[in-house]
């Protein structure tokens, strides 16, 4: 059974970084793609940044530029930096594995908080 196990969620101000992990375990990591989702109040999950098992990224419009997602496959860890935070980017994050887009695992998310 895959485990995701994510970290790093915290309060911080605008304007300042942040960053996430994810630990995976149950899986051979190096051929999921990883997804970084969030869900703000009242709204639905959202995928904020996907990278492929070949290293491939891709990212929501809102977060470009200011994310980044990487993966280091020695350690089964995925990692999102968040820079330049915003009061919006205010949500609970959750990590995704995936095999052909569609996840099939996901953590138990972490709670990032931004204060304007």
């Known amino acids: 059974q895959v485990q995701l196990v994510e970290s790093g969620g915290d309060l911080v101000e605008a304007g300042g970084s942040l960053g996430l992990s994810c630990a995976a375990s149950?899986?051979?990591?190096?051929?999921?793609?990883m997804g970084w989702y969030r869900q703000a109040p009242g709204k639905q999950r959202e995928l904020v940044a996907r990278?492929?098992?070949?290293?491939?990224?891709n990212y929501a419009d809102s977060v470009k530029g200011r994310f980044t997602i990487d993966r280091d496959n020695a350690k089964n860890t995925v990692y999102l930096q968040m820079n330049s935070l915003k009061p919006e980017d205010t949500a609970v994050y959750y990590c995704?594995?995936?095999?052909?887009?569609?996840?099939?695992?996901w953590g138990q998310g972490t709670q990032v908080t931004v204060s304007s």
């Open positions: 995704a594995a995936d095999l052909s887009g569609t996840p099939y695992s």
């Open positions: 990278i492929s098992s070949g290293g491939i990224t």
């Open positions: 149950g899986t051979i990591f190096r051929l999921n793609a």
